[in-house]
């Protein structure tokens, strides 16, 4: 049994599990399908943002971002997604676990809405141009997407947004307050590392919107 450095009071089984948090009614069991509707589709057009959920084959796991316009995960029918892939610092995380795994989770967010949408599923990676031809956003077409074939899909309630206050504006923290990026590599490299350089050149990129797509 795996316990953990700082405590024995550890959960070892389901069983012990359930006997602290219940079981789920049977109303919750059933909202899971495995395929969209006319009204779960609705979550995925009106999403600009998604977090994708990967592991290979040694069980590491990753969650990564991937953002757009709202409605860019396309619905090729009502059990397959498309989700294009925009170019990024190319360490690739995601796609080479896939690779390894095609075990894939998607968490979809609407900006205001506490309500979320879950999709599990298992991924390909496809480069075929005229698949990915819709996907092209100023004026172009990504190189690579996923392919999600769905296995469950299903709404997530609103507790977790509710309790964050995650669309509440009064609880929006500045940018000030969060340590950038170009301080926090300079606490990995070292006092010589330029992060007021690499935070301005960075900020001027995506000013110019390079490499967004």
Not at 35 to 57: H, M, W
Not at 70 to 77: K, Q, S, Y
Not at 160 to 165: D, F, I, M, S, V
Request: proline share 6%; with cysteine.
């Amino acid at each position: 049994m795996r316990t953990h450095r700082l405590t024995d009071a550890v959960i070892h089984d389901e069983a012990q599990l359930r006997a602290l948090i219940g079981t789920p009614s049977e109303l919750v069991c059933r909202k899971v399908s495995d395929r969209l509707n006319a009204l779960t589709r609705r979550f995925i057009e009106l999403s600009p943002f998604v977090c994708v959920a990967s592991c290979d084959t040694r069980g590491r796991c990753d969650v990564s971002p991937r953002g757009d316009p709202a409605g860019f995960v396309r619905m090729l029918d009502e059990r397959t997604l498309l989700l294009p892939e925009r170019p990024g610092n190319r360490i690739a995380d995601t796609l080479v676990n896939l690779l390894d795994d095609p075990r894939i989770a998607l968490l979809f967010l609407i900006p205001g809405v506490t309500e979320s949408f879950r999709v599990n599923g298992r991924a390909t990676l496809t480069h075929d141009a005229a698949l990915l031809a819709p996907s092209a956003l100023e004026g172009k077409p990504p190189k690579l997407g996923i392919l999600v074939d769905i296995d469950e899909a299903y709404t997530q309630c609103s507790k977790a947004a509710l309790r964050a206050g995650l669309w509440e504006t009064s609880r929006f923290r500045a940018p000030s307050d969060v340590p950038t990026n170009g301080a926090i590599f300079r606490e990995l490299l070292g006092a010589d590392f330029d992060a007021a350089t690499y935070d301005a050149a960075r900020a001027e990129r995506y000013e110019r919107r390079e490499g967004f797509y």
